[in-house]
């Protein structure tokens, strides 16, 4: 089946509204771009006077073409923008691409003629590019749709002739893209789309990530992202990428403060959270880079490898001290350079000189310039047991070998189903690099890129790993009953309900109105027992002096209400005082959070860190999106720094981890079963108790989402 998109990013014909004579100007440019491109199909420049321009027939209107184009290119005014669009979907037009800016960019009235531009596109179904867009060039089919003064026409012959993996970059800032696709070109990378999303009135980047994923040209996806307008959408792209095994490498700014105001300045968009994009990157096995260069050093990874499925590298190096260098670098980014068993050394010992190394790395030294040792150890390493992936060492400024080992080399990048990436500490002679890239082996002039393709490689292996279920859904009903009798905000007594229906457990407690109740409700369940003001308008009991711990017997507890009782009241007289919680102190333990938030686009994330107040002294928090296995929650809990805590530190026992798995993992699941209607969860503190049993949920806080007007 056709993709939607097919008509715009390779259409058959294409007009250019506000085309000019002119190829220096803007107007002109796009449309002498198309030509020098090699666009094969008609071209109608639209001008409501001129007759031809640039050696073209040209149209007053689009009604006038001699037939409904798949794509029009759309340079005037932004005033008369929606006027056009509504006579090319009147004429049959099936997309349309709008250069023009002073759309929202711009703010205040100009965002009201924005909505129109989305609004001829819902109504009419005709896709719409932009406003405020670069445009966009199909390497393969030969659309150069773009005014950027940054092509290199050049190169777009050998670009379309190769047939191996390809790399579509998709880029909400204008320039970026093509400045990326120019950095690609000095590494003798293939692309197959550059495309530039502008304002995403219609079309926005989610589109273009569904679009890629079903180009058979396209095998990798890197992305410069300001914002993901539609989290579901891209969420589902990017999932239906995963399974088709096509990467996507991101760079998403808005990590700073400066960068969300940015963001929102430059295409009128709002940053959404950092930490729930990070979450939705690290489940789907997207790559997240800070910049252009590590962006293209994962993508080169990512194109040419096959999967890496360990992180054990061995290197062969013309320099010991490089090779060791490179060894530390990589050892620096988690990967291991074990030595090489006995009988692997004995076979590299056979050939190198006295003064070379066969342990790992493998300096086969200078030598290796007169002779075939380069590519000899590779093939022993390719064949070696405890590697996953090989790194080559070498001065490719001038190196007379690479001619005579190209077949060798070519051979072993086709058989070999370990990863090789090559590393030259001298820029390389521009023949050196033709060769590696004729072979179809990642050349990298940097030791860090080496360390990102590689790590690059384990993130998208580790992401293809086959899901775990999650938890079966708990009582529905019952959870529901308990949201049904609650209002905005849970207090504490109303949360237990809905986290017992889903086999959350909560400490034994009782709802006190009086000082005499609550000593009744203590000598019943205990001492000691803590007291805890119950309001749904006091949601931060302890910032309230609303709690009080260690109670030991009647008297305390009945003097603590009736003080607690006032004073609460006297600092917040209009808040809703329901009564005071009565619980047992919990036994000791590690304290805990879990707690879930409903991101806007890629709804619930749950988050894990350490509990109580040093959750927010210490930010060490780790996020996943909803819902997760035992064993993701377990991962989950890995990624904190603080993890140490739960194998028993200083003497401490460890704590029963599994249990708190079990509970995140349960969270998860009613988070994602009712999304729809829970806004915000959080248990904290959690106190886990030594391994085997169990742990305590000490306080619990649930934000329901408004309810609609009916």
Known sequence: MTHPLAPFFAPRSVAVVGASDDPTRLRGRILAQLVKGGFAGPIHPVHPTAATIQGLAAYPSIAATPAPPDLALIAIPSERVPGVLEECAAAGVRSALVYSGGFAEEGGEKRGLQDEVSAIAARTGMRVGGPNSVGFLNVAGAVCATFSPAIDFAALPAQRAPAGRRIGIVSQSGGLGFAIFNRGLVRRLAFSHVVNTGNEADIDASDVLDFLVDDPATAVVCMFLESVRRGDRFRAAAERALAAGKPIVVAKVGRSDAGRRAALSHTASLTGA??????????????????????????????????????????????????????????????????????????????????????????????????????????????????????????????????????????????????????????PAPAAAETLAAIG??????????????????????????????????????????????????????????????????????????????????????????????????????????????????????????????????????????????????????????????????????????????????????????????????????????????????????????????????????????????????????IVHPAGQGLTVVDALVRQRPKEPT
């Not at 990298?444 to 360390?451: E, I, N, P, W």
Request: hydrophobic letters at 50%; proline letters at 8%; glycine letters at 8%.
């Open 274 to 427: 950092d930490a729930a994009y990070d979450s939705v990157f690290r489940h789907l096995g997207i790559i997240r880079v800070d910049d252009q260069d590590a962006m293209l050093d994962a993508a080169q990874a990512l194109a040419l490898c096959p999967p890496l499925a360990g992180r054990r590298v061995g290197i062969v190096t013309i320099s010991g001290g490089v090779g060791g260098w490179m060894a530390d670098t990589l050892e620096a980014h988690g990967f291991t350079v074990p030595a090489l068993a006995a009988e692997v050394q004995a076979r590299i010992r056979e050939y190198l000189p006295p003064f070379g190394a066969a342990f790992n790395p493998v300096d086969i030294t200078a030598n290796a310039m007169e002779n075939d040792h380069r590519v000899r150890s590779l093939e022993v390493l390719a064949e070696a047991d405890g590697i996953d992936a090989l790194v080559n060492v070498s001065s490719l400024a001038a190196d007379p070998r690479l001619p005579a080992e190209r077949d060798r080399l070519a051979a072993l990048a086709k058989s070999s189903p370990r990863p090789i990436l090559f590393y030259t500490y001298p820029l």
């Open 441 to 686: 082996l990642p050349l990298y002039t940097s030791l860090a890129g080496v360390a990102r393709g590689l790590e690059a490689l384990a993130t998208w292996h580790a992401a293809r790993r086959p899901r775990l279920a999650p938890p079966p859904p708990g009582d529905v009903a019952a959870a529901t009953r308990a949201l049904d009798a609650a209002g905005e905000t849970l207090c504490e007594y109303e949360a237990a309900p809905l986290l017992a229906a889903y086999g959350i457990p909560t400490a034994p407690a009782r709802l006190a109105r009086t000082p005499e109740e609550a000593a009744w409700a203590a000598a019943d369940l205990g001492f000691p027992v803590a007291l805890k003001i119950q309001s749904p308008d006091i949601p931060h009991k302890t910032d309230a002096g609303a709690v009080a711990l260690g109670l030991v017997d009647a008297d305390a507890v009945a003097r603590a209400c009736a003080a607690m009782l006032e004073r609460v009241r006297a600092a917040r007289p209009e808040a809703d005082i329901r009564g005071v919680l009565v619980q047992p102190m919990a036994a000791r333990g590690v304290e805990m959070l879990a707690s879930v938030v409903v991101d806007p686009g890629f709804g619930p994330q749950v988050s894990v860190g350490l509990g109580g107040v040093l959750v927010e002294l210490l930010g060490d928090i780790a996020v996943a999106p909803a819902p997760l296995a035992t064993t993701e929650a377990e991962e989950l809990v890995e990624r904190l720094a603080g993890r140490r805590l739960l194998a028993g530190w200083r003497g401490a026992p460890a704590a029963d981890r599994a249990a708190f798995a079990d509970l995140v993992a349960r969270l998860s699941r009613l988070a994602h079963d009712f999304a729809g209607r829970i806004a915000e969860i959080e248990l904290n503190p959690v």
